[in-house]
């Protein structure tokens, strides 16, 4: 527990095996329309006839100017707001109406409900027997002092 609480690199495993891994899948999850429900035919016909700003979308759900997707990022800030356990970890970072397709709120918005944040199977395995070796070696190295 120490190792997760106390360890000056838990933080930055974390950001390297879950959430850099996590910020490439869910853009990618967005770029290519695997995001559920997907756009209306109503709102991809005004898109297509809106001249500002211009859809380089297409029929994409959530990828209509690309302005979400590529607010996407990897915050530089540090802190408490992260978790007490995980010590060093940055936040992920999106344009603010992000998190209303994320979670839904239809009373302050007028976005539906769209999870576009997730990591591949592929990535959470990976992430998963990382963390489990780094705490491992943490443990063994615990019992040897």
Do not use: W
């Amino acid at each position: 527990m120490r190792y997760l609480k106390d360890g000056k690199d838990f933080g930055r495993t974390v950001d390297k095996f879950i959430t850099e891994p996590l910020i490439e899948d869910s853009k990618k999850n967005i770029k290519e329309n695997k995001v559920t429900p997907k756009t209306l035919p109503a709102t991809l016909k005004k898109r297509k006839a809106r001249k500002t700003p211009k859809s380089i979308g297409g029929n994409t759900t959530l990828y209509d100017t690309g302005k979400l997707h590529d607010s996407i990022r990897l915050s530089d800030k540090r802190g408490t707001q992260t978790s007490i356990l995980l010590k060093g970890a940055k936040r992920i970072e999106m344009a603010e109406y992000g998190k209303y397709h994320q979670i839904g709120s239809p009373q302050y918005s007028p976005n539906k409900k769209r999870e576009f944040l997730s990591l591949s199977v592929d990535n959470a395995d990976k992430a998963s027997a990382e963390m489990v070796r780094r705490m491992v070696r943490a443990f063994k190295s615990k019992i040897r002092k």
